[in-house]
């Protein structure tokens, strides 16, 4: 059993390394990447998760723990199975195996403790109703199935799309929003929730230079309330600038840890194969480009 | 026993027709407008009888091959006008189809059309119905109509093979390729309407859907080249109305439903059994690799 | 005038319209979550589905039942959505087409059941085929009684479950990730569709019962960007069709009842689709051909 360890940045010990201990040393499938200290109370814990599609593994024994109150991108080139994942962990579709555990107790009893943010592409965004509306649904989960949203709700949905800076657009069909707009609704919409921890499919694609500062700025903030945002992440070159942790998936999780010792050459080659090119800048910056 | 032959005759022209365009329905994704147009060609028909004050087979033709594709335009309006595709097919089908219902009820007397020949069919009775020309017996109209039909089919997919191939697989790249996709788009569906026309007094109308869509499927199941795909499917088709004939001999039931009831039988043993696609083997072969 | 009191003082025919028009109202509520979830179609696998269920229930009990021909088409409907869910997540076959051949593979049953009913002379056979177009005239008191029985039930759940059935329809992955039993639910509006299709095809037959739950729903969508209000306007617009299938097909003889009234929503619709405010064609195009003036004037302006 093979174990990558990962403290926070501020730990000197902090690079991707391995504990081995003795037996198969290299056995990828059992590895588990520690991003948090502390097991027991990890926001999200994912323990050997393994999903088919059509009995082909998509996903392979994906074991890893998050740090609470950190941003936490899940790279991984296309058909790695991010988004598999993400909804494997939410039991969106089924898994052979593995386990989830929130907070420390099992998936199902922390549902309200989750927020979720699906792509965009995933709904109808002609189906009839407005933005609020949109917003409003994220207090569903703790109105149950009956209660009807109230004056509290509504309120607390206004309030968070003006968090967004969508509070002009309360009224709006949701058709008539441009994507970016409409990818702010959708994260008005994970705020109502008002969940600990978050999962976001792609929040950033295919939204304008504004939207991608607006969403940015509003996940450092709620990192500062301590929330946990794991979030599918496409851009190579902003995944410094944006995260602290990050995940490297492809089928396998390759590595996860603090963005300054996992999101390292070797890795990335090892996550995206021969599709990368790495160039060191003069600033000791790295340039990444994805290429064929 | 030649009430058989006819009958026999009959069937094996309709799915072999059938069959032919079933294929391309199937490739294109619209098996349903091939089901929307089965039922939108009864009010030309209907419309025909009027006008022409008779069975005038070339009338029916024109008529129905007219509002088949008609209804084709209307759905493809709707739908790039903002209504979902299943929705506008649904919309316009219905629609299409109680006018040709109505027009039928209101003119019972003078039409000699029975709405339950128009959903069943009347294969029984083909050999009854003959078309006279200058005087002489020439046979049966439906085979007549069918054989025509038929021939229309092959020798049009004969001379455009390869331009149905490209739209049916990529018609972006077809349309890149200089191929008018809109031309053999209308022509697929003027087929299909003159198909259904022809078909629909021996099967009905509800009943050509099936024979369009389920030898088709059941050949997809079988092969993954086109040309395979198309000799499978007027096969399947064809022993569908064999052994159907047998089973409605046999159970007394209607020709037409114990066909399709047969294509339906032979469909879900395919889906058990094929050997590439089948479901019981693909089962058996992962178990295996598990093991 | 005179047509509208006579409906009013028949006793018989007030039932009949009452009834018609309860069918439209549901079936335009229920159609709504059906096109919202891109479902339209499949009431129209369902009504022809149901005509096996019909002619086996028949044969067993040898009696024409409501409850019985509801038991069976209640459970051929469930067979034909399991069959299409099945051929399409088990093979390369897509969804249409497996649509296509459930659909008519069963219809293709039900006839060759029926034809065998009717070649047996049995004889209540009689009223077997009235299925197929529907014959709102031969609604007996106990198939209205039946129809508002299922429309209460209907109205009552849409009520209770306007907020999870609406976020299912827009959401269902976010409501699954809520917690909420999605599967179930789905099945539920399942259900009430087959329920409404079921008792629709006495009224409008199995060939056009697809209409009242797809007609209807599309129309509603022109008006409205409001799922409240499009729910309501579904079920008015079902319920107006409803009203005029039953009165011109009692008005004129040998009319049936079902093209009448999917012919009415049809109507409808096309009103809609070419009037309505904002995505009306008219309108649309108005709109656009100022634009353009506008457009035109201020680059001439500019030159």
Same mark, same amino acid.
């Given at each position: 059993? %093979? ?78 199975? %991010? ?21 420390? %107790? ?120 301590? %929330? ?65 | 026993? $030649? $009430? ?38 009864? *009010? ?7 006008? #022409?004050?008779? @069975? ?24 790039? $006008? ?26 019972? @007397? ?30 049966? !109209? ?28 990529? *018609? ?7 191929? *008018? ?43 993954? !080249? ?31 439903? #114990? ?15 094929? *050997? ?8 058996? @072969? ?6 | ?23 439209? &109202? ?44 509801? &038991? ?48 047996? =002379? ?11 177009? =529907? ?11 039946? &129809? ?30 809520? =917690? ?124």
């Amino acid at each position: 059993m %093979k174990s990558f360890t990962t403290t926070h940045s501020s730990d000197p010990m902090s690079a991707p390394q391995s504990v081995d201990n003795g037996k198969q040393p290299q056995n990828k499938l059992q590895q588990h990447h520690k991003l948090s200290t502390n097991i027991e109370d990890s926001p999200l814990q994912v323990q050997g998760l393994t999903v088919t599609y059509q009995h082909q593994p998509v996903v392979q024994q994906v074991s890893f723990s998050l740090a609470e109150g950190r941003l936490i991108g899940l790279l991984g080139p296309n058909g790695a199975g %991010k988004s598999t994942l993400l909804k494997a962990i939410l039991g969106l579709i089924p898994s052979l195996s593995g386990q989830v555990k929130v907070f420390g %107790k099992p998936y199902e009893s922390q549902r309200r403790r989750i927020g979720y943010v699906p792509q965009r592409e995933s709904v109808d965004w002609d189906f009839p109703t407005d933005a609020l509306d949109v917003v409003l649904m994220g207090t569903y989960g703790r109105l149950g199935l009956f209660r009807r949203p109230g004056k509290n709700e509504r309120q607390t949905a206004l309030h968070c799309l003006d968090q967004v800076g969508m509070a002009d657009y309360a009224g709006r069909q949701i058709s008539q929003l441009s994507g970016g707009q409409q990818q702010r609704v959708f994260l008005a919409r994970a705020l109502a929730q008002q969940a600990d921890l978050y999962l976001m499919d792609e929040p950033f694609a295919g939204v304008d230079a504004l939207t991608e500062k607006a969403i940015i700025t509003l996940l450092e903030q709620m990192k500062q309330q301590g %929330k946990t945002v794991l979030v599918v992440h496409h851009d190579l070159s902003t995944v410094q600038a944006y995260f602290d942790d990050v995940l490297l998936l492809n089928r396998q999780l390759i590595a996860g840890g603090a963005v300054e010792h996992t999101f390292t050459p070797e890795l990335l080659q090892q996550t995206y194969g021969g599709k990368m090119a790495f160039l060191q800048g003069n600033d000791q910056q790295g340039i990444l480009l994805a290429g064929k | 026993m $030649s $009430s058989d032959f006819w009958i026999l005759l009959t069937a094996i022209l309709m799915s072999a027709s059938c069959g032919l365009l079933g294929c391309f329905l199937i490739l294109r994704k619209m098996a349903l407008i091939g089901d929307a147009i089965s039922h939108a060609v009864l *009010p030309g028909i209907a419309i025909a009888f009027l006008f #022409s004050g008779g @069975r005038d087979s070339v009338a029916m033709m024109i008529g129905a091959t007219l509002l088949g594709l008609l209804s084709v335009f209307l759905i493809q309006w709707l739908r790039s $006008s903002g209504v979902q595709s299943d929705a506008s097919i649904g919309i316009i089908f219905t629609a299409l189809f109680a006018v040709g219902v109505i027009i039928v009820s209101l003119n019972a @007397r003078n039409i000699d059309l029975d709405l339950d020949c128009v959903l069943f069919g009347e294969i029984a009775y083909v050999q009854w119905d003959t078309w006279t020309w200058n005087g002489t017996d020439m046979g049966p !109209r439906s085979v007549w109509m069918l054989g025509f039909a038929l021939m229309a089919v092959v020798i049009l997919l004969m001379l455009f093979y390869k331009q149905f191939k490209l739209t049916a697989f990529d *018609p972006a790249l077809a349309a890149a390729c200089g191929i *008018p996709v809109m031309l053999f788009h209308y022509m697929l569906m003027g087929l299909v309407s003159m198909t259904s026309v022809a078909s629909f007094e021996s099967v009905g109308a509800i009943l050509v859907v099936g024979m369009l869509i389920i030898p088709a499927a059941t050949a997809y199941l079988w092969t993954d !080249r086109l040309g395979m795909m198309l000799l499978y499917s007027v096969v399947a088709g064809i022993a569908s109305s064999v052994l159907g004939y047998g089973a409605a001999y046999v159970w007394n039931a209607s020709i037409g439903g #114990s066909i399709v009831t047969t294509a339906g039988v032979l469909f879900v043993l395919t889906f058990l059994l094929s *050997p590439r696609h089948g479901l019981l083997l693909r089962k058996w @072969r992962q178990r295996r690799l598990a093991a | 005038m005179d047509a509208l009191w006579m409906i009013w003082t028949d006793p018989n025919m007030r039932w009949i319209v009452a009834g018609c028009m309860l069918l439209g &109202l549901s079936s335009g509520l229920i159609g709504s979550y059906m096109l919202l979830q891109k479902r339209s179609l499949i009431g129209d696998a369902l009504a022809h589905a149901a005509l096996p269920g019909i002619c086996i229930a028949f044969m067993l009990t040898g009696v024409k039942s409501t409850v019985g021909f509801l &038991l069976g088409a209640l459970i051929a409907g469930a067979i034909a959505t399991f069959g299409i869910r099945w051929i399409a997540a088990h093979s390369r076959i897509k969804q249409d087409a497996a649509m296509g051949i459930v659909l008519s593979l069963f219809f293709g049953i039900g006839v060759m059941l029926l034809t065998r009913i009717q070649h047996s =002379g049995d004889g209540g056979q009689s009223g077997l085929d009235k299925f197929l177009f =529907g014959q709102a005239a031969s609604m007996m008191r106990e198939d209205v009684y039946m &129809l508002a029985g299922i429309s209460s039930l209907l109205l009552l759940l849409c009520l209770l479950l306007y907020k999870p059935f609406k976020l299912i329809s827009f959401d269902a992955g976010f409501a699954r990730g809520l =917690g909420w039993p999605v599967a179930r639910l789905e099945q539920l509006m399942l259900l009430l569709t087959v329920l409404v299709v079921v008792a629709g095809i006495q009224a409008v037959g199995v060939v056009l019962m697809s209409a009242l739950l797809i007609t209807p729903a599309v129309a509603a969508r022109y008006w409205t960007d409001k799922l409240s209000v499009m729910l309501l306007l579904a079920g008015i617009f079902g319920a107006c069709s409803g009203f005029s299938g039953t009165f011109w097909s009692s008005m004129v003889t040998g009319l049936p009842t079902g093209p009448v009234t999917v012919l009415s929503a049809t109507i409808v619709f096309a009103v809609s689709a070419l009037l309505a405010p904002q995505r009306g064609w008219v309108g649309k195009s108005l709109r656009q051909r100022r634009a353009r003036q506008q457009w035109q004037q201020g680059g001439t302006a500019h030159e």
